[in-house]
Structures are given as structure tokens and as C-alpha cells.
């Protein structure tokens, strides 16, 4: 049985992403900052875990406290930000978090679990960036969370180049308009369906696609 760490999985698309794989024979480690409202995950079988992803001490806590496992997939999922914003009603106070939370954050998940992804079978490093983050795809607005997601992206290409000799695959997914709490009422793809996508996405990814930038159905976005 293959092996996930999900972050995120308290709502959206985490939650959804977490019942899709425990739903297709997955061992799932969903990770919340309440884990208590994840009662339903729960109810699936799914290894409910507390991380705040912008706590290095609790990071490297649930990484010990899985020494030892192999982790087939690490799915760095969690994020925040308002993508939705003109250059007059950017929050500039903002970036410090939002960067710790969709930048550094899927970095020093990547760094902990380095061991227990290169015991594993299927050695994935997937992390949910956004087409907004593609520099030759913008059109102007959102720009905490491009920037977000472009600087993600580099860190995932670069993941992609230190953690080749260890046969680790690291690639980055837009998983489509989802309507979530980033996504907002008007997205046209509901969780569930977008987790579907992304789970067939992962599960035919291989050791030719490390460091691309692929849309949930597999085809290459531009950097």
C-alpha cells in the first residue's frame, strides 16, 4: 500500500485530495492545523495529524514521528493568499506570510521527509502551485500570490535537480479553477472533481516528468 503525506486536509481541496487517495487504496497522512474537524477523514481510516506548516518545530516532530516509514508522496497542498487583487488593494503587509505558508513551507516539508521519500516505491514530491504563477502566462493583478507561486515553482525545479541522484521525483501542478476559499464561489470545478484529476495525474507520474510545470491533466505549462 502506497504511502501520502497530504498537508492542508482540513477543508477544500486538501480534504477532498485526502478522502481520493485513502479512497484508492492509499495509506493517507493528512496534516491540519484542526485535525479535530476532520471528522470524516477520520471515519475513511485517514492518519489525522496537527501541523501549522509554518512551524519548523512541529514539521520536524511529525517527521520523527513517522521515522522509519517510507513516504511514496509528499503533497504539499496547504497555501493561502488572495489571488484576486489589482495593484491599488494589494496587501503589501502580507508577503512575509503568505511566502512562509506557499514558499518556504513545501521546502522545509521536502528537507524532513528527503529519508522517508527515498525508502519509498514511488519517491513523488508534488506541490499545488497555480497557472498565475506561469511568468509568461500572467495578465496583470494578484501579485502576492504570483509571486508566490512562481518563487514555489523554482523551488520545485531546483528540488527536482538536488533530489534527482536520489530518484526523487519533484513537479508542480496547477490543479485547475477550484472552488475553494482561494478560488472563491464562481471557480467552476468542485474539489472533489479537481482531486480526481490530480490523483490520475499523480498516479501516471514518472521519472521523465521531474521538474515540469503541468496543468491536472498532465500537459505543460509555460515557466
Known amino acids: 500500500m502506497p504511502t501520502a503525506i497530504i498537508t492542508g486536509a482540513n477543508r477544500g481541496l486538501g480534504h477532498a485530495l485526502a478522502e481520493a487517495f485513502v479512497g484508492a487504496g492509499w495509506r493517507v497522512h493528512a496534516c491540519a492545523r484542526h485535525p479535530e474537524r476532520c471528522d470524516r477523514l477520520k471515519s475513511m481510516g485517514v492518519d489525522m495529524h496537527r501541523l501549522d506548516v509554518t512551524d519548523a518545530l512541529q514539521v520536524a516532530s511529525l517527521s520523527r514521528s513517522l521515522a522509519g ?54 519517491k513523488l514530491v508534488v506541490n499545488i502551485s497555480s497557472r498565475m504563477g506561469s511568468i509568461a502566462g500572467t495578465s496583470g493583478g494578484g501579485y502576492l500570490y504570483r509571486a508566490s507561486k512562481a518563487a514555489l515553482n523554482m523551488v520545485s525545479r531546483t528540488l527536482a535537480e538536488d533530489l534527482k541522484p536520489s530518484g526523487i521525483t519533484v513537479v508542480a501542478v496547477h490543479p485547475g479553477w477550484v472552488k475553494t476559499e482561494i478560488g472563491g464561489p464562481d471557480a467552476p470545478t468542485a474539489p472533489a472533481e479537481a482531486a480526481g484529476h490530480l490523483l490520475s495525474l499523480i498516479q501516471r507520474l514518472n521519472r521523465d516528468q521531474n521538474g515540469r510545470f503541468l496543468n491536472y491533466d498532465g500537459q505543460e505549462i509555460p515557466w
Not at 528537507?111 to 525508502?119: D, I, K, P, S, T
Open 69 to 122: 516509514e517510507p513516504v511514496d508522496l509528499l503533497l504539499n497542498n496547504a497555501g493561502t493568499g488572495q489571488p484576486w487583487t489589482g495593484l491599488e488593494d494589494e496587501a503589501l503587509d502580507d508577503w512575509q506570510k503568505v511566502f512562509a505558508v506557499n514558499v518556504v513551507a513545501p521546502l522545509r516539508l521536502a528537507r524532513q521527509f528527503v529519508g522517508h521519500l527515498e525508502r519509498s516505491e514511488r
